[in-house]
Structures are given as structure tokens and as C-alpha cells.
């Protein structure tokens, strides 16, 4: 069966530092992967998604980046954090990009003081 | 404009009554329509999904409708427990485009 790992599942961190969050698939091959992230009270924005290795694409401009170095990893990172960036951060598979379900990682809570 | 609206933005009902969950979305052209369930601090959690040509779809005590005419879709919750209480977040995606529109949810709270 698939799985999906997020980590860490908490994070603080100071304003201008840098980021780094993980997501890694198990049991699929080529999927689809996705960066999401929820802000309290609001619903999810899709930041950047992959269709294969070395493939990203950015929905909206920001402070973030993104990165597929090998299938099944999907790497979230940001030279210097803003406050803004505090929210809920997701990652997501599927295995086509619209057809099939998306399945949600447990998430990463990232708190910028 | 694709948007995704849901009502109520919040809900609290006891335990063991029923509810329903509204969802009126602009996606189009439509494709599927997914309700998830998320509880705090959680990845959402998929609980039906609907193409087209689907106008009702059950999951254990959750069932989901969907007119696709009137671009309204509902979620009920039958004998609701106290482990319904969550996020519920109806999201819908287009043929044409390789995202989902989230709406931004509605906040059951069961109490006992």
C-alpha cells in the first residue's frame, strides 16, 4: 500500500532563516506530487506541483521554492522565511493529475516568530 | 471565475443527529468532485469522490450528492459521533486545468 511522510511535523523558526521540509512517497511509482499549504481559518492553496523529476511548477508567486530531486521526494524550502509563511504545510500524490484522488501527508505545522 | 463555497462555515449539532454539508461551485468544465474529511492538525482524508455522471455516492454513515446542473453538491452525516467532529472540505477539479479548487471548508463540532 502507499504511504506518505512528512517531516518535521512542527517547526519554529526565526524570521529570515532558512527552510527545508520533506515529503517522500512509498509504494507508487511516477506519481504526482504536491505542496499545499493552509493558513488558519483558510482553505488550502496549492504553491508549486510535479509531474516528474526536476519538473515543478509554481502556482503562485512567493517566498518558496520546490524541488524533485528523485521520485518520490518533493522537497519545500525557502532561503529566508517571513512571517507569512506560518501555516499548515501538506503534501500530496495522486496518480494522475486530475482523474484519481489526491491522498494527504500528515502535514507540517510551521510557526515563523 | 473557478470557485468552490461552502455552508455553513460552522456547525455544532448533538450526538447522534444528522446534518448536512452544501458545497455550489463555478468549476467548470467539471470533472470530479471529492469531499475530504480533516481533522485538526491532519492531512485531509478523502471520503467520496463523483464524476458527471454520479448524482449520489455513500461511505459508511456519509453520503454525497451531487446536481451537476445546478453545480450544488451535499454531504450528510447520518447518527453523527463525537469523532465526526472535524473540517469538511468540498473540492472540485475542471477537465481542462491540473489543480483542484478547494473550498474552504465547514467546521462540525459534535457534542456529546
Known amino acids: 500500500s502507499q504511504t506518505i511522510h512528512q517531516w518535521p511535523a512542527t517547526l519554529v523558526q526565526p524570521v529570515g532563516s532558512p527552510l527545508s521540509l520533506e515529503c517522500t512517497v512509498e509504494?507508487?511509482?511516477?506519481?504526482?506530487l504536491y505542496w499545499y499549504r493552509q493558513a488558519a481559518g483558510r482553505g488550502l492553496q496549492l504553491l508549486f506541483y510535479s509531474v516528474g523529476i526536476g519538473q515543478i511548477s509554481s502556482e503562485v508567486p512567493q517566498n518558496l521554492s520546490a524541488s524533485r530531486p528523485q521520485d518520490r521526494q518533493f522537497i519545500l524550502s525557502s532561503k529566508k522565511l517571513l512571517l507569512s509563511d506560518s501555516g499548515f504545510y501538506l503534501c500530496?500524490?495522486?496518480?494522475?493529475?486530475?482523474?484519481?484522488?489526491?491522498?494527504f501527508g500528515p502535514g507540517t505545522r510551521l510557526t515563523v516568530t | 471565475k473557478n470557485q468552490v463555497e461552502q455552508s455553513p462555515q460552522s456547525l455544532i449539532i448533538l450526538e447522534g443527529k444528522n446534518c448536512t454539508l452544501q458545497c455550489n461551485y463555478t468549476v467548470s468544465p467539471f470533472s470530479n468532485l471529492r469531499w475530504y474529511k480533516q481533522d485538526t492538525g491532519r492531512g485531509p482524508v478523502s471520503l467520496t469522490i463523483m464524476t458527471f455522471s454520479e448524482n449520489t455516492k455513500s461511505n459508511g454513515r456519509y453520503t454525497a450528492t451531487l446536481d451537476a446542473d445546478t453545480k450544488q453538491s451535499s454531504l450528510h452525516i447520518t447518527a453523527s459521533q463525537l469523532s465526526d467532529s472535524a473540517s469538511y472540505i468540498c473540492v472540485v477539479s475542471a477537465i481542462s486545468f491540473q489543480k483542484l479548487v478547494f473550498g474552504t471548508g465547514t467546521r462540525l463540532l459534535v457534542s456529546p
Open positions: 500530496a500524490w495522486s496518480l494522475t493529475v486530475n482523474g484519481y484522488e489526491q491522498y
Open positions: 509504494g507508487t511509482s511516477n506519481p504526482n
